[in-house]
């Protein structure tokens, strides 16, 4: 059995800030919406289902809001699906709207990602207090923070390997007008000085808190012969997950972030992905996550992640284009970031990343999600022409 | 379209669990589903689940449930916040592409430890309607007297409702409310929300659910009577219940229309009516006597929150696989007043 | 028998959550705050109430051009009766009916009161009028009830509002507040673990075919989904296998001052690694491989809290191939 050819044949992203005073959640959604239907030369009723992913509830306090967004997403009479995977929820909503292509079951599917998260505070919502539950005293830099520790002796990474990492995005952000921060003054000596919040991460080493949304409309073959605009084909897609916690577990280099990549890899016929790609966009959340994934990803030998990016391989004009949006260090509305991935990777393989557009040269490109206890993973490789 | 059956079916439920925390109820209902599908954990393809965060007041409640499930080496997973029944329908898109030929899917959910008729609030408009707190038994009521005003029908014919599902609920050893009360004693008790009252509403249950599904010639080889899903869709209405007409479900009747429920006869139905008077609205809908409808006894008699709807549809593969129905409907239900349905067709072969 | 161990949890953000509404929500809850009740006109001539920004059927934006007044009488098309308000909840401290009331010139309904005092007052198809707060704000509770009708009796006047600079603004938010609570237990696994805690040792619980220890199970081994039924006891000193050194004053009620270390502990006889505060030692002295034991409370309880930290116990350091598969 054959899966069914799918592409992404429309693209909309809202403007992210820190807060999105003008406008509800519904227009926060919409915006990125219309913009995806736009671009896919499309109105709301010819969309056939549409998939709804977001972080936790309590972000907006909100119980299941795909019931409250049926109308603002033009999904009265359709099929309606609310994904939530953790902070993979951008990825893998993409997925699972690719995949009710792929079945065959429709033809034209609408995704979006969203968060709203200034109504309360990220750092609250993600850590409730639960009874019996070990409090989590440090935050969820604490959590993050002695995984790099050992990553950093494990490679021999030096420190300022994250900071390299913290320039690199911002300064590609000021290239994407729809990125939260732009900074076009960062220099590594600012990253340096910033505030140690959780040695060794540093307050420019982290991400912002985001309000945004992300859309995708995804369409069949016929649907995507006939779109006005260029589209990105799925040449492969995968989600891999492992438990929070069991004896002996690599959290530095997880065994499902790797399973995962493999799977899409084979699926998209890439065996080196430094080669075979044109660029990737990863979800680096802390600065130190780019050469971890560097190797997760198979891009280097384990150990070598720190160098590639030390090297500027993965700078906006090296080899290996890295989050050439900015990444999730410049803009993080925590349920859209996963979509971001795998919408601006989709931009670019279509030519239409504008400012921050790479050169393409195999037209391929690779979305990546990653959430919980860096144990949800969702990747996608997409690319300019049909699969064989 | 390939042919996807239910292998197995697993399900439990209390009142109120003091003793067990999520995992340590899902994981013999997941061993007990997974053993009986006859395929072994390492050999299932993929693994779909569904929870709310809010009956926890936590989030990423989803989470702890894979603790339950085993995955290692890591696995093929995903998540909706959502009843088991859609993570069920994730599961068979899945199987539909191709990339695997079996799914575990589960539901689960502590409902008693909040107050989930209040909980249920926060799915409501947050600028226009949730202020007001409207529980999620008050909204049931709106629609209940707006159904009896509109149909001609009384506080008598949700007694029998709830008669005939509690007299079925007796067979049904996962039920927390069974028995035969007279329609006189179903009468004489005080309102909860008028016209709604105790026995009309279902009974707060914590429960967790599972289903194995398998594709095609693997169903064949590990089941010999397969429940196949011959048809299986979902549809949501506008958002405000006073912009929808509460005395019909006409997302039910929508997805019945693309499920197929019609093309054939129907002998078994086990619809996700958590109030009575949803029985009788869901029966329309469905175009089926509600004389055959919930057998098990329905919600009225379990309704583990987030695991509910995928036991009806358990509960008509059940019946399929042990032969003694041929084709059934089940339904499942989210969000206020039966704004959201799924309805899964299943037969033997 | 063990008693389950059950406890109290609350949820509720501190303050409430601020949303912003937008052009249309906006507009709708300004006219509330100014006594009016407002409907859109949709693109087939419906009337839309309360104007919720998408148009239900056809998805289509709605329009603040687009609004026209209604009511203020209305009829109520379905109603519920509450007979316990629940405090700090409903907008009503006595018993009162939920209802749809579509207003005058409307062709929706929209939810509300209406204050009667028994549900004998109540009937399908009964007109009411809205009731205004005097201290409305710009939210759907500055009608403070529906009350009977009677065509041709006079209006409820809508108290003025008091002298305010911004009073002609428009409405652009709400907060929203209200605290859910929840009794969660424990479970079985973490019971015993608790119950271990306050009697000053740790448990850990491991599968039957399996060697590896976990202690605070959740109640199964991961890896397998098998229950994790054989207890087994753990000891309290272990390894720093990795950590960081806090800089952040003030992220829970528990962190000492700054800065102070987090680190993953893995303990002797135990599979699995788990976060513990560091005291005892400077942050610099702190190492991966540093030998630590708890510091239990002098009061031991079925808390987490009954191991405070743990400190150095100046024995040499572990080798890392000891603990590199523990990270």
């Known amino acids: 059995m054959s899966k069914n050819a799918v592409a992404v044949v429309g693209v909309g992203q809202t403007h992210h800030r820190s807060s999105r005073k003008d406008v509800s959640m519904a227009g926060l959604v919409r915006e990125a919406a219309v913009e995806a239907l736009e671009d896919a030369g499309m109105t709301w009723s010819d969309i056939d289902a549409v998939v709804v992913g977001k972080a936790p509830d309590m972000f907006e306090g909100v119980a299941m809001p795909e019931l409250y967004l049926a109308d603002a997403l033009g999904a009265v009479g359709k099929p309606m699906l609310r994904v939530h995977t953790a902070g993979s929820v951008g990825g893998s909503t993409a997925i699972v709207a690719a995949k009710l292509v792929q079945a065959g079951v429709h033809e034209r599917v609408l995704t979006v990602a969203y968060e709203k998260q200034s109504e309360s505070n990220a750092t609250w919502g993600l850590s409730v207090p639960m009874p019996f539950s070990p409090p989590l005293v440090a935050g969820a830099g604490g959590y993050f923070a002695p995984m790099i520790r050992a990553y950093m002796t494990r490679s021999g990474a030096p420190r300022e390997s994250g900071h390299l990492v913290a320039v690199k995005d911002r300064l590609n952000a000021v290239?994407?007008?729809?990125?939260?921060?732009?900074?076009?003054?960062?220099?590594?000596?600012?990253?340096?000085?910033?505030?140690?919040?959780?040695?060794?991460?540093?307050?420019?080493?982290?991400?912002?808190?985001?309000?945004?949304?992300?859309?995708?409309?995804?369409?069949?073959?016929?649907?995507?012969?006939?779109?006005?605009?260029?589209?990105?084909?799925?040449?492969?897609?995968?989600?891999?997950?492992?438990?929070?916690?069991?004896?002996?577990?690599?959290?530095?280099?997880?065994?499902?972030?790797?399973?995962?990549?493999?799977?899409?890899?084979?699926?998209?016929?890439?065996?080196?992905?430094?080669?075979?790609?044109?660029?990737?966009?990863?979800?680096?959340?802390?600065?130190?996550?780019?050469?971890?994934?560097?190797?997760?990803?198979?891009?280097?030998?384990?150990?070598?992640?720190?160098?590639?990016?030390?090297?500027?391989?993965?700078?906006?004009?090296?080899?290996?284009?890295w989050n050439p949006s900015g990444g999730v260090l410049s803009s993080n509305p925590i349920g859209a970031s996963g979509m971001i991935r795998f919408g601006e990777v989709a931009q670019q393989v279509r030519g239409a990343a504008g400012g921050h557009q790479v050169e393409l040269k195999t037209g391929k490109a690779l979305g990546h999600a990653y959430g919980g206890g860096s144990q949800f993973f969702a990747m996608w490789v997409v690319g300019a022409k049909k699969p064989e | 379209m390939r042919d996807v059956a239910v292998v197995s079916f697993s399900y439990s439920t209390i009142a109120?669990?003091?003793?067990?925390?999520?995992?340590?109820?899902?994981?013999?209902?997941?061993?007990?589903?997974?053993?009986?599908?006859?395929?072994?954990?390492?050999?299932?393809?993929?693994?779909?689940?569904?929870?709310f965060d809010y009956l926890q007041g936590g989030p990423f409640s989803f989470v702890m449930g894979l603790d339950a499930v085993g995955a290692w080496p890591p696995i093929r997973e995903s998540h909706v916040e959502m009843d088991g029944a859609w993570a069920l329908y994730e599961a068979w898109i899945a199987i539909q592409t191709g990339e695997v030929d079996s799914a575990l899917v589960y539901g689960f959910g502590k409902a008693s430890q909040g107050n989930v008729h209040e909980i249920m609030s926060l799915q409501l408009d947050p600028y226009y309607v949730a202020p007001l707190w409207p529980s999620m038994v008050d909204l049931a009521a709106l629609q209940a007297r707006a159904y009896l005003d509109s149909s001609g029908l009384s506080e008598r014919d949700l007694a029998e409702v709830v008669a005939q599902a509690m007299r079925s609920a007796r067979d049904t050893p996962q039920a927390i409310r069974s028995g035969e009360p007279s329609i006189e004693e179903l009468l004489a008790a005080p309102y909860v929300a008028s016209p709604l009252r105790d026995a009309d509403i279902f009974p707060t249950t914590d429960g967790v659910a599972a289903i194995v599904l398998a594709a095609g010639d693997l169903a064949r080889s590990v089941n010999k009577r397969p429940a196949w899903i011959r048809g299986l869709d979902h549809r949501i209405e506008p958002h405000s219940l006073g912009a929808r007409d509460l005395t019909r479900s006409e997302s039910t009747a929508l997805a019945a229309k693309h499920a197929g429920v019609a093309s054939g006869p129907i002998d078994v139905a086990e619809v996700h009516a958590q109030f009575s008077h949803e029985v009788l609205i869901l029966s329309e809908a469905l175009g089926v006597d509600p004389s055959i409808v919930n057998p098990s006894g329905g919600p009225l008699a379990a309704n583990g929150i987030m695991s509910a709807g995928l036991v009806r549809i358990g509960e008509v593969a059940q019946r399929i696989m042990d032969g003694t129905a041929n084709r059934g409907v089940a339904h499942a239900t989210s969000g206020p007043a039966l704004q959201q349905n799924l309805v899964c067709v299943l037969e033997g072969e | 028998m063990t008693e389950p161990l059950v406890a109290r949890h609350s949820l509720e953000y501190p303050g409430g959550y601020t949303r912003s509404v937008g052009d249309v929500v906006g507009r709708y809850l300004t006219g509330l705050r100014d006594g009016r009740i407002e409907g859109a006109r949709l693109a087939d001539g419906r009337v839309l109430v309360p104007p919720t920004e998408y148009d239900p059927l056809t998805s289509a934006a709605v329009s603040v051009d687009d609004f026209v007044e209604v009511g203020p009488a209305g009829t109520v098309v379905t109603w519920s009766w509450v007979a316990n308000p629940r405090a700090e909840k409903h907008a009503l401290d006595r018993p009162f009916a939920f209802a749809l009331i579509r207003p005058d010139g409307a062709d929706t309904s929209m939810l509300h009161m209406v204050d009667v005092a028994t549900p004998e007052e109540m009937s399908t198809g009964m007109r009411v009028i809205p009731h205004w707060r005097s201290d409305r704000i710009g939210g759907v509770s500055d009608i403070e009830a529906w009350r009977p009708y009677k065509d041709g009796d006079p209006i409820p006047e809508v108290p003025p509002l008091?002298?305010?600079?911004?009073?002609?603004?428009?409405?652009?938010?709400?907060?929203?507040?209200?605290?859910?609570?929840?009794?969660?237990?424990?479970?079985?696994?973490?019971?015993?673990?608790?119950?271990?805690?306050?009697?000053?040792?740790?448990?850990?619980?491991?599968?039957?075919?399996?060697?590896?220890?976990?202690?605070?199970?959740?109640?199964?081994?991961?890896?397998?989904?098998?229950?994790?039924?054989?207890?087994?006891?753990?000891?309290?000193?272990?390894?720093?296998?990795?950590?960081?050194?806090?800089?952040?004053?003030?992220?829970?009620?528990?962190?000492?001052?700054?800065?102070?270390?987090?680190?993953?502990?893995?303990?002797?006889?135990?599979?699995?690694?788990?976060?513990?505060?560091?005291?005892?030692?400077?942050?610099?002295?702190?190492?991966?491989?540093?030998?630590?034991?708890?510091?239990?409370?002098?009061?031991?309880?079925?808390?987490?809290?009954?191991?405070?930290?743990?400190?150095?116990?100046?024995?040499?350091?572990?080798?890392?191939?000891?603990?590199?598969?523990?990270?």
């Open chain 2, 16 to 51: 109120k669990e003091q003793m067990r925390n999520e995992v340590e109820m899902l994981a013999p209902v997941i061993t007990e589903a997974i053993d009986a599908s006859g395929i072994a954990r390492s050999d299932i393809g993929f693994t779909c689940s569904g929870s």
């Open chain 1, 175 to 321: 290239r994407n007008p729809r990125a939260h921060l732009h900074m076009p003054e960062i220099t590594l000596k600012m990253v340096e000085e910033s505030w140690l919040l959780w040695d060794p991460l540093r307050y420019l080493d982290t991400c912002p808190s985001s309000d945004g949304a992300m859309a995708m409309v995804l369409g069949s073959e016929k649907v995507a012969a006939a779109a006005p605009n260029p589209v990105a084909w799925v040449h492969g897609m995968a989600m891999r997950s492992e438990p929070t916690m069991f004896a002996r577990r690599d959290q530095i280099n997880p065994q499902a972030g790797k399973d995962c990549a493999a799977d899409v890899y084979r699926q998209a016929g890439i065996s080196d992905p430094r080669r075979d790609l044109d660029c990737a966009e990863i979800y680096v959340p802390f600065s130190w996550y780019e050469p971890m994934w560097l190797e997760n990803l198979g891009f280097c030998a384990e150990g070598d992640g720190w160098k590639l990016t030390a090297e500027g391989a993965t700078a906006f004009d090296g080899d290996i284009p």
């Open chain 3, 162 to 327: 008091p002298f305010s600079e911004n009073m002609g603004d428009s409405v652009t938010g709400i907060v929203t507040s209200g605290r859910l609570d929840y009794e969660i237990a424990a479970g079985e696994s973490t019971t015993r673990f608790l119950l271990g805690l306050a009697e000053g040792k740790i448990i850990g619980g491991k599968a039957v075919g399996s060697d590896d220890v976990y202690a605070a199970s959740r109640g199964t081994d991961p890896t397998t989904g098998a229950p994790t039924s054989i207890s087994v006891d753990v000891s309290d000193t272990g390894v720093i296998t990795t950590f960081c050194i806090v800089n952040i004053p003030g992220l829970s009620d528990l962190a000492p001052e700054i800065p102070y270390v987090s680190a993953q502990v893995l303990l002797d006889g135990a599979d699995n690694t788990f976060f513990g505060l560091i005291r005892g030692c400077s942050v610099d002295e702190v190492r991966m491989g540093m030998r630590v034991k708890a510091k239990w409370l002098d009061q031991l309880t079925t808390d987490h809290g009954s191991i405070e930290w743990w400190e150095p116990t100046g024995e040499p350091d572990a080798e890392y191939t000891d603990y590199k598969d523990y990270l």
